[in-house]
């Protein structure tokens, strides 16, 4: 996939390492070609195809990240891409989706809508599906993010990261377990939107388990397929954060690192400083997803942020 994609940068931070008591490395996925590590597995689907699927076109549903990845590997491959996205995606990954030259259909309240919507138009059209996560070649282009990070970091003992639908995660715990078989990877969802979490701790699902988070990158309302079974047999443990825990991690990342992280893009942090007693470990990576806030929630998040602020005095 290279020189398409960014090895992303490593950045450490004594005032991180002081507060958790740990020495912790930050994979800044939000530094990737459109934002976030989606253009990993989309543009490694995307190079599967043989010529004669690839004219057919693709097509996808997607909260925002996937459907910029999406749209840039077909842009680069000369393929047509169709996105499907929620209604209330923030407008900026709207507009960078539809700046690759991909179609945009905005449809239904969540992810899971959107995406039933995209099924009835790739039945019809036979389009071929890029799923968000719940295909190998998409995991294992996410999965290069480990590749990377142990390849910097040697002793790296832990690695924190986000999750929706498990894509991410997957590729990353099979990675990482291939070179360390003793890693321990954790995975982290919202409080508000947390299938993968219940099933893991074998917790009732309910309907009611998804509601509106400011991490709309991981509110996915059911666990992939295939991503769950290497999940339950590669994943050590998955947490739950809450939008304030969130809204706190993306401040702290403003203020003292200097960057701009999204919702999901700082859970995997906001893990970090709320469970650093419970996490043993020497050495952590925190994948830190993306970055494609809408700015507009900046005054929201202060205020969610008020009772978490991550203190550095």
């Known amino acids: 996939m290279y020189p398409l994609i960014h090895q992303t940068p490593l950045i450490t931070s004594e005032t991180t390492n002081r507060i958790v008591g740990k020495k912790v490395y930050f994979k800044m996925e939000n530094q990737q070609k459109t934002g976030a590590f989606k253009i990993r597995g989309a543009l490694n689907k995307m190079m599967q195809l043989p010529e004669n699927l690839r004219r057919q076109g693709v097509i996808t549903a997607s909260a925002g990240n996937h459907a910029q990845g999406v749209a840039y590997a077909a842009k680069r491959s000369n393929i047509k891409a169709t996105i499907y996205m929620p209604k209330h995606t923030p407008i900026n990954k709207i507009n960078a989706t539809k700046a690759y030259g991909a179609e945009v259909v905005l449809t239904g309240v969540n992810f899971d809508e959107a995406y039933k919507a995209s099924l009835v138009e790739q039945k ?15 995991m294992a282009g996410q999965g290069t993010i480990a590749l990377e990070f142990l390849n910097e970091v040697k002793d790296l003992d832990t690695i924190i990261v986000p999750v929706g639908g498990g894509g991410l995660i997957s590729g990353i715990a099979v990675a990482a377990k291939s070179i360390n078989p003793t890693i321990k990877v954790i995975g982290v969802q919202s409080s ?24 709309e990158g991981i509110a996915v309302q059911n666990p992939g397929q295939k991503t769950l079974p290497i999940i339950e047999k590669f994943v050590d443990d998955i947490v739950t954060v809450s939008d304030s825990e969130i809204a706190g991690s993306i401040l702290y990342m403003l203020e003292r690192n200097k960057t701009l992280v999204e919702g999901a893009g700082a859970a995997a942090i906001a893990a970090l400083f709320s469970y650093s007693q419970q996490i043993r470990s020497k050495h952590c990576g925190i994948i830190v997803s993306g970055g494609n806030i809408d700015l ?18």
């Open 124 to 138: 019809s059209t036979g389009k071929i599906y890029i799923h968000p996560f719940d295909d190998y070649d998409v």
């Open 192 to 215: 508000y939107a947390s299938p993968i979490f219940r099933a893991f701790h074998n917790i009732q699902q309910t309907k009611s388990n998804v509601g509106t988070t400011i991490a």
């Open 296 to 313: 507009q929630q900046m005054t929201s998040i202060q205020n969610l942020a008020q009772n978490h602020y991550v203190q550095t005095g």
